[in-house]
Nanobody, 123 residues
Framework: QVQLVESGGGLVQAGGSLRLSCTASGRTLGTHCMGWFRKAPGKEREFVAAVSWSGVRTDYADSVKGRFTISRDNAKGTVYLQMTSLKPEDTAVYYC????????????????WGQGTQVTVSS
């Protein structure tokens, strides 16, 4: 059984920064691709970023490129999402997910999910 727990969400003004963390427990996910997704009210869940098991390969949604950075620390079983230059349209519940695939941007390809953490960006 794998559990993913997100933290670091909150309320921030536009232009501000937040760092989300996702810690895995239950088994090692050192060989899994880790991803972040988000779901805003009235919208479908969308891909934000993903990082390969080694941390070398990353992928980002066009809407967050240049503003968000995904990274991981396999020794700590934690993946991070550093968010800068936040915009009101970044407001959403952010979810951490894991997949045994090398890299994935589609949510249906992910096997494990966290409960989510709310990020609210005020204008």
């Amino acid at each position: 059984q794998v559990q993913l727990v997100e933290s670091g969400g909150g309320l921030v003004q536009a232009g501000g920064s937040l760092r989300l963390s996702c810690t895995a427990s239950g088994r090692t996910l050192g060989t899994h691709c880790m991803g972040w997704f988000r779901k805003a009210p009235g919208k479908e869940r969308e891909f934000v970023a993903a990082v390969s098991w080694s941390g070398v390969r990353t992928d980002y949604a066009d809407s967050v490129k240049g503003r968000f950075t995904i990274s991981r620390d396999n020794a700590k079983g934690t993946v991070y999402l550093q968010m800068t230059s936040l915009k009101p349209e970044d407001t959403a519940v952010y979810y951490c997910a894991a997949t045994a695939r090398t890299m994935a941007t589609k949510d249906v390809l992910y096997d494990y999910w966290g409960q989510g953490t709310q990020v609210t960006v005020s204008s």
